[in-house]
């Protein structure tokens, strides 16, 4: 009796079973790329960013009838992974895209602090990974597998301290950051040392810090007022932005005050006020003013998702389109996993000039982009315009 | 499990009951024989299996990845766990019943040491050559591993002492940072700690001291939470150990030498599957040995009624001091084995969201029991794997989840019992 009933019970299992995939059955080729997101987590508005980006990339695809490679057509299927914004979990996630669900490359994580470990797994399992958003050099850095979209910490202080020098002339410059944080310490000792190289030793009048979450910067920019700097140097988010901003102005300052693409937030302007119209940030890219491409892109993405995009979103676009134009460049998929994995590598090491929205972008050896900054000033209106575009 | 029984599900109880009576007297030996066979067949025919059933390739971890995907695959994966685990499991447990139940009584005339190695040779068998099919699989395996070294060290002092503790976070990264440190500068060449001191295979015997290392620092660590909870219980002792873990974080922020918000990697890939089970199941049994003396017992004593446990002649000044340090030793030993796994750390990686992990692994499998905390951080990686697909749902059912355990079973799953190896290795009849 009891043995029957489960005989029975396997039977109508294996019967739905074959029923099914009898009707799913497999159709053309698809080329699989897997996405690794923080969609929960610390950071859940930069993972649905990176989702609405993708699946806006994948309708193109679709409605192009699939990906061109070689004369013939493939299906795209994305397979979006979830990193809850967890180290270990991005590690899991992308050994799971590349061993599990096998997929031809992989665009994520966003943050460093998933991506450095989620690179050595792509890099171990010869999985190119282009994540276009960390800027932490350790990423991609001896990693012949690993890409990134963005530009580094050590560029953008390169070239904020020469739009600095060649806009306004100045040669004394103060510089005030997180000490605490990752990003602002990294840009601001960049920004230190090549203002240095520029200006001579010294030309860095007052070099201030604080921890995160201060809100009371008037000890920090009192001596940065007595010290005769021309011009104030803040890498910093948006909600110290804001108050660092508006305390300097109280205080009596009155020289221009110079980002980096942490301000390029819309809360930024929304908190700071007018105190910010003037200002300028170095960045990715700007969304008022954009042409072209990028006018385009932005477009789109509000008019389906409701709100401007922010840097994760273009930078992610950009990726998948990376990945496009080097899986094109391939020629042919073989359907041999690593074979095809080896050859879309070597075809992203080898883009020349990607025109890309966030600017143009060739990989140099260690698979970082170059490419040029876009300058931003914040107009009256406290709109984010494009100012100048910097590059090295 | 249900606590009440209606007259509609009696016949169903009884009738299970039945079923499943011929298996209580199943000794673990045939269990753990009946595991390995499966974890052979799935290495033999889990590939053509899977592929005849329409799911492309063997699923991991039971198919709990992906039926959230394609439910449409749930069937062939019913089919498949059925076929490659459950039946032959059942199978060969019932056949060796009495050749396993006479083998587990022969080893037993040994000294009890043998009859233990040679199940947990068998069981770590099972699990490499289960682990060995996908290398998802093989991370999930040793991370889950990891979190049952974890949730035990912490279940010492939240369920053992009862004490509610949450400087886990701080200890793992001491033990982290510890045994990286040590890694790191000595067998890789880093840009933070220059060249490499060795070179060559020094590997397996500097890597078990760097992680005692780890572990010993986060015991001294532990002394800064352990001294102050001489005075306060409770919620107190809940914010000064909070408070710990913010200060190690902001710490290891500030210390330049570890790279620090930029974190440190380029750990040596050491921890291995092998590696990675040998000290978990010495750290199991060395806490389950520490919980069961005379000390687990003071714990427990402490637990119930620190003024009485004080006039029973029990050093409870001394008891908390050990029972902390013993936790934050073995919570700095997996934060050493979890870094060289991921071979990647950060300050932030410690934070308020390792600590609800934490935390959920011991209260949903339970307090002051070696089962329990084997319950929950297995059952909680699973979860969190399977729902993954879910993405923010994910974040309601688990908590959901946790809230139903606290309302059915307030001490979790399995709490309160004791872990006594005699009785898992003797013959059931």
């Given at each position: 009796?009891?043995?029957?009933h489960?005989?029975?019970?396997i039977?109508?299992l294996?019967?739905a079973?074959?029923?099914?995939?009898?009707?799913?059955?497999?159709?053309?080729?698809?080329?699989?790329i897997?996405?690794n997101?923080?969609l929960?987590?610390d950071?859940?508005?930069?993972g649905e960013?990176?989702?609405?980006?993708a699946?806006?990339?994948l309708?193109?695809?679709?409605?192009?009838g699939g990906l061109?490679v070689g004369?013939?057509?493939?299906?795209?299927?994305l397979?979006?992974?979830?990193?809850?914004?967890?180290?270990?979990?991005?590690?899991k996630?992308?050994?799971?895209?590349?061993?599990?669900?096998?997929v031809?490359?992989i665009?994520?994580?966003q943050?460093?602090?998933?991506?450095?470990?989620?690179g050595?797994?792509?890099?171990?399992y010869?999985?190119?990974m282009?994540?276009p958003w960390?800027?932490?050099p350790?990423t991609?850095?001896?990693?012949p597998?690993?890409?990134?979209?963005?530009?580094l910490?050590?560029f953008?202080g390169?070239?904020?301290?020469?739009?600095?020098s060649?806009?306004?002339g100045?040669?004394?410059?103060?510089?005030?950051?997180?000490?605490?944080?990752?990003?602002?310490?990294?840009?601001?000792?960049?920004?230190k040392?090549?203002?240095e190289?520029?200006?001579?030793?010294?030309s860095?009048?007052?070099?201030?810090s604080?921890t995160?979450?201060d809100?009371d910067?008037?000890a920090?920019?009192?001596?940065?007022i007595?010290?005769?700097?021309e011009?104030?140097?803040t890498p910093?988010?948006?909600n110290?932005?804001?108050?660092i901003v508006q305390q300097?102005?109280?205080?009596g300052?009155?020289?221009?005050?110079i980002?980096?693409?942490?301000?390029?937030?819309?809360?930024?302007v929304?908190?700071?006020?007018?105190?910010?119209?003037g200002s300028f940030?170095?960045?990715?890219?700007?969304?008022a003013g954009?042409?072209?491409?990028t006018?385009?892109?932005i477009?789109?993405y509000?008019?389906?998702y409701g709100y401007?995009?922010?840097d994760?979103g273009?930078?992610?676009?950009?990726?998948?389109n990376?990945?496009?134009?080097a899986?094109q460049?391939?020629?042919?998929i073989?359907?041999d996993?690593?074979?095809?994995?080896?050859?879309v590598?070597d075809a992203?090491?080898?883009i020349?000039?990607?025109?890309g929205?966030t600017?143009?972008?060739t990989?140099?050896?260690?698979?970082?982009?170059?490419?040029?900054a876009?300058?931003?000033k914040?107009?009256?209106a406290?709109?984010f315009?494009f100012?100048?575009s910097?590059c090295p | 499990?249900a606590v009440k029984t209606?007259?509609f599900?009696?016949?169903?109880?009884?009738r299970?009951a039945t079923?499943?009576?011929?298996y209580?007297?199943?000794?673990?030996l045939?269990?753990?024989?009946?595991?390995?066979?499966?974890?052979?067949l799935?290495?033999?025919?889990?590939?053509?299996?899977?592929f005849?059933?329409?799911?492309?390739k063997?699923?991991?971890?039971f198919?709990?990845?992906?039926?959230?995907?394609?439910p449409?695959?749930?069937?062939?994966?019913i089919?498949?766990?059925?076929?490659i685990?459950?039946?032959?499991i059942?199978?060969i447990?019932?056949?060796?019943?009495?050749l396993?139940?006479k083998l587990?009584?022969?080893?037993l005339r040994y000294p009890?040491?043998?009859s233990?190695?040679v199940h947990?040779?068998?069981?770590?068998?099972?699990?490499q050559i289960w682990?060995?099919?996908?290398?998802?699989r093989n991370?999930?395996?040793r991370?889950?591993?990891i979190?049952?070294l974890?949730?035990?060290?912490?279940?010492v002092i939240?369920?053992?002492?009862?004490?509610?503790?949450c400087?886990h976070?701080?200890?793992l990264?001491?033990g982290a940072?510890?045994?990286?440190?040590?890694?790191?500068?000595?067998?890789?060449?880093?840009?933070l700690?220059?060249p490499?001191v060795?070179?060559?295979?020094?590997?397996w015997i500097?890597?078990?001291?760097?992680?005692?290392?780890?572990?010993?620092?986060?015991?001294?660590?532990?002394?800064?939470?352990a001294?102050?909870s001489?005075?306060t219980?409770g919620?107190?002792?809940?914010i000064?150990?909070?408070a710990f873990?913010?200060?190690?974080?902001?710490?290891?922020?500030?210390?330049?030498f570890?790279?620090g918000p930029?974190g440190l990697?380029?750990?040596?890939d050491?921890?291995?599957?092998?590696?990675?089970?040998?000290?978990?199941?010495v750290?199991?049994?060395v806490?389950n040995?520490?919980?069961?003396?005379t000390?687990?017992?003071?714990?427990?004593a402490v637990?119930?009624?620190?003024?009485?446990?004080?006039?029973?002649?029990?050093?409870?000044?001394?008891?908390k001091?050990?029972?902390?340090?013993?936790?934050?030793f073995?919570a700095?030993?997996?934060?050493?084995?979890?870094?060289?796994?991921?071979?990647?750390?950060?300050?932030?990686?410690?934070g308020?969201?390792?600590l609800?992990?934490?935390?959920a692994?011991v209260?949903f499998?339970?307090?002051?029991?070696?089962?329990?905390s084997?319950?929950?951080a297995v059952?909680?990686?699973l979860l969190?794997e399977?729902?993954?697909?879910?993405?923010?749902?994910k974040?309601i059912i688990?908590?959901?989840?946790?809230?139903?355990?606290?309302?059915?079973?307030p001490?979790?799953l399995?709490?309160?019992k004791?872990?006594?190896?005699?009785?898992i290795?003797?013959?059931?009849?």
């Amino acid at each position: 009796m009891r043995k029957s009933h489960l005989l029975l019970l396997i039977a109508l299992l294996l019967i739905a079973t074959v029923a099914i995939t009898a009707c799913g059955s497999s159709g053309p080729q698809t080329i699989k790329i897997g996405i690794n997101a923080p969609l929960t987590g610390d950071i859940p508005k930069v993972g649905e960013g990176t989702k609405f980006a993708a699946e806006m990339w994948l309708d193109d695809i679709n409605k192009a009838g699939g990906l061109e490679v070689g004369g013939k057509k493939y299906q795209v299927e994305l397979v979006i992974e979830d990193n809850e914004s967890k180290a270990d979990s991005a590690t899991k996630a992308n050994t799971k895209l590349i061993t599990q669900d096998e997929v031809l490359a992989i665009v994520g994580p966003q943050s460093s602090k998933q991506a450095v470990p989620a690179g050595e797994v792509a890099n171990n399992y010869k999985t190119p990974m282009v994540s276009p958003w960390s800027t932490n050099p350790n990423t991609t850095l001896n990693r012949p597998w690993v890409f990134r979209a963005a530009f580094l910490d050590p560029f953008q202080g390169v070239v904020d301290a020469k739009f600095i020098s060649d806009e306004f002339g100045f040669t004394k410059a103060a510089v005030l950051y997180d000490v605490a944080s990752d990003y602002p310490k990294g840009l601001a000792d960049v920004f230190k040392k090549s203002w240095e190289d520029l200006h001579g030793a010294g030309s860095v009048v007052a070099f201030e810090s604080f921890t995160t979450k201060d809100t009371d910067f008037s000890a920090q920019l009192t001596k940065i007022i007595n010290s005769g700097a021309e011009v104030l140097f803040t890498p910093q988010y948006y909600n110290e932005v804001a108050l660092i901003v508006q305390q300097a102005h109280e205080l009596g300052w009155t020289g221009p005050i110079i980002g980096s693409d942490s301000w390029g937030s819309a809360e930024t302007v929304k908190l700071c006020g007018s105190d910010c119209y003037g200002s300028f940030f170095s960045t990715h890219y700007a969304a008022a003013g954009a042409t072209g491409a990028t006018k385009e892109f932005i477009d789109r993405y509000n008019a389906k998702y409701g709100y401007v995009p922010d840097d994760v979103g273009a930078l992610t676009w950009d990726s998948l389109n990376l990945l496009k134009q080097a899986i094109q460049d391939c020629g042919s998929i073989t359907g041999d996993l690593g074979k095809d994995r080896q050859c879309v590598r070597d075809a992203l090491a080898n883009i020349k000039n990607f025109p890309g929205i966030t600017g143009d972008m060739t990989f140099d050896e260690q698979g970082d982009p170059t490419k040029c900054a876009v300058i931003v000033k914040i107009s009256d209106a406290g709109e984010f315009e494009f100012y100048k575009s910097a590059c090295p | 499990m249900a606590v009440k029984t209606d007259s509609f599900t009696a016949p169903t109880k009884r009738r299970l009951a039945t079923f499943w009576q011929p298996y209580t007297r199943v000794a673990m030996l045939s269990w753990l024989t009946g595991a390995l066979v499966a974890a052979i067949l799935e290495q033999l025919v889990g590939r053509p299996l899977a592929f005849m059933l329409g799911l492309g390739k063997v699923p991991v971890l039971f198919g709990l990845v992906i039926i959230l995907k394609a439910p449409l695959l749930i069937p062939g994966v019913i089919v498949y766990v059925l076929l490659i685990y459950i039946l032959p499991i059942g199978l060969i447990a019932r056949l060796t019943t009495k050749l396993g139940n006479k083998l587990a009584a022969e080893l037993l005339r040994y000294p009890m040491l043998v009859s233990t190695v040679v199940h947990l040779v068998l069981l770590y068998a099972t699990l490499q050559i289960w682990g060995n099919i996908n290398d998802y699989r093989n991370l999930v395996l040793r991370l889950t591993l990891i979190s049952v070294l974890i949730t035990l060290s912490l279940n010492v002092i939240n369920g053992y002492m009862g004490e509610f503790s949450c400087s886990h976070p701080g200890f793992l990264a001491l033990g982290a940072y510890g045994a990286s440190a040590v890694t790191v500068s000595l067998f890789v060449n880093d840009n933070l700690f220059g060249p490499a001191v060795f070179t060559g295979n020094w590997g397996w015997i500097i890597f078990p001291f760097s992680l005692i290392l780890g572990g010993i620092i986060a015991a001294i660590g532990s002394l800064v939470v352990a001294i102050p909870s001489f005075r306060t219980r409770g919620d107190y002792l809940a914010i000064i150990s909070l408070a710990f873990t913010f200060i190690i974080k902001s710490f290891i922020e500030n210390l330049e030498f570890v790279g620090g918000p930029r974190g440190l990697s380029s750990q040596p890939d050491w921890a291995n599957l092998p590696t990675v089970f040998i000290w978990v199941v010495v750290g199991v049994w060395v806490i389950n040995n520490f919980v069961r003396s005379t000390m687990g017992k003071a714990l427990n004593a402490v637990r119930d009624d620190e003024i009485a446990a004080d006039a029973m002649t029990v050093n409870t000044r001394r008891t908390k001091m050990v029972a902390f340090m013993f936790s934050a030793f073995w919570a700095g030993v997996g934060g050493g084995l979890f870094a060289h796994v991921l071979r990647y750390v950060n300050p932030s990686t410690f934070g308020i969201q390792k600590l609800a992990e934490v935390l959920a692994m011991v209260y949903f499998g339970g307090l002051n029991s070696v089962y329990g905390s084997i319950v929950g951080a297995v059952g909680f990686n699973l979860l969190s794997e399977a729902l993954r697909p879910l993405e923010i749902f994910k974040w309601i059912i688990i908590p959901v989840l946790l809230i139903l355990i606290m309302i059915f079973r307030p001490t979790g799953l399995v709490a309160f019992k004791e872990f006594d190896v005699h009785q898992i290795i003797a013959p059931k009849e």
